[in-house]
């Protein structure tokens, strides 16, 4: 965990405004802030760039609220990286203050910091989850790399809460082989949602 301070910086890898690709809010526009900084070690991770923190520039917090401040966003999402590894409440403090929703993507296995409007908890096998962000989750998403993911996302469907959305996706370098998989699972079992990376199809970052 950094250490909080006034104004704190943090690295970031990318930040863009384009359409979100996956999960409950695909396909709405929102501004993402890519931080660096890793340490969970999926090893068919797609952004291994962002593992180590040092790699990136550090931007004050208030910095990024004004730079999504000069675009139409309406939400910002904070991903990684694992964005958990460092003190965000700063960050979503001057990103309200701007008039912005908070969201996140994370892996859940850092404490959690900052006020968000919707917390989309991703866990991972390489490093699982601490067990307080489950019932703060708004939206469950699992990877699903090989068929033992789907037991894994069971697990952590029966501790979030009710109102959390259920997400399947497949890994994206083994999609051709998943997808079919995951809609027999979907059909056998309702309550899970299919997740594309539709900014992947649609070539957008
Ligand atoms: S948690 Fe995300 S950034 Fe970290 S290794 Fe896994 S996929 Fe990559």
Redesign the pocket.
């Known amino acids: 965990m950094v250490k909080k301070e006034q104004d704190p910086a943090l690295p970031v890898m990318e930040h863009f405004y384009t359409l979100q690709g996956e999960g409950f809010f695909q396909g709405q526009a929102a501004y993402f802030i890519r931080l660096g900084g890793?340490d969970?070690?999926?090893v068919?991770?797609?952004?291994?760039d962002?593992?180590d923190a040092n790699k990136h520039p550090l931007y004050k917090t208030a910095d990024l609220a004004s730079i999504v401040k000069t675009t139409p966003a309406k939400i910002v999402v904070v991903t990684?990286?694992?964005p958990l590894m460092h003190d965000l409440t700063e960050l979503t403090l001057q990103l309200k203050d701007s008039g912005f929703r908070t969201h996140i993507e994370t892996?859940g296995a850092h404490p959690v910091s900052g006020t968000w409007d919707w917390i989309c908890l991703?866990p991972?096998k390489?490093k699982a989850p601490l067990e307080n962000i489950t019932g703060l989750a708004n939206e469950l998403k699992v990877i699903i790399f090989n068929r033992s993911d789907f037991d894994w996302a069971e697990k952590y469907a029966a501790m979030v809460g009710q109102a959390c959305k259920l997400y399947l996706q497949p890994e994206w370098d083994k999609a051709a082989e998943m997808t079919p998989l995951i809609v027999e699972y979907i059909k056998a079992n309702p309550q899970w949602q299919l997740s594309l990376q539709v900014h992947k199809y649609i070539d957008v970052p």
């Not at 068919?44 to 291994?48: A, I, L």
Request: aromatic residues 16%.
């Open positions: 890793c969970v070690g999926c068919w991770c797609d952004v291994k962002s593992w990684g990286g694992e892996s991703s991972k390489f």
